[in-house]
């Protein structure tokens, strides 16, 4: 049993920067893969990025790309958070995956989820 818990969100302005952090407890090793998702009011689940933990290639979304960055450290993931605008408002969750995936954007596939972290940039 993995346990995701997400910190680190809050109410920042356009163009700040803010680190999401993403403790896991749980078996070591059992982990495939951490990913980061948002779900922004009245929206669906949106994928973000995601980090494979036995060689740290990190994947990202198009509208993150060159802004986000995703990072492990022990049983910690991050997701650094640069220029923020304000559509990036959303709640973001962290979702461990413990076999290989059809696609990163597969929420289905991915094991087990966090209860995630309030984020709210203002313009």
């Known amino acids: 049993q993995v346990q995701l818990v997400e910190s680190g969100g809050g109410l920042v302005q356009a163009g700040d920067s803010l680190r999401l952090s993403c403790a896991a407890s749980?078996?070591?090793?059992?982990?495939?893969?951490t990913a980061w998702f948002r779900q922004a009011p009245g929206k669906g689940r949106e994928w973000v990025a995601a980090?494979?933990?036995?060689?740290?290639s990190t994947y990202y979304a198009d509208s993150v790309k060159g802004r986000f960055t995703s990072s492990r450290d022990k049983n910690t993931v991050y997701l650094q958070m640069s220029s923020l605008k304000p559509e990036d408002t959303a709640v973001y969750y962290c979702?461990?995956?413990?076999?290989?995936?059809?696609?990163?954007?597969?929420?289905?596939?991915?094991?087990?989820w966090g209860i995630g972290t309030q984020v709210t940039v203002s313009s």
């Open positions: 979702a461990a995956a413990l076999r290989p995936l059809t696609g990163w954007s597969s929420a289905l596939e991915y094991n087990y």
């Open positions: 749980g078996p070591a090793g059992s982990t495939y893969a």
């Open positions: 980090i494979r933990w036995s060689v740290g």
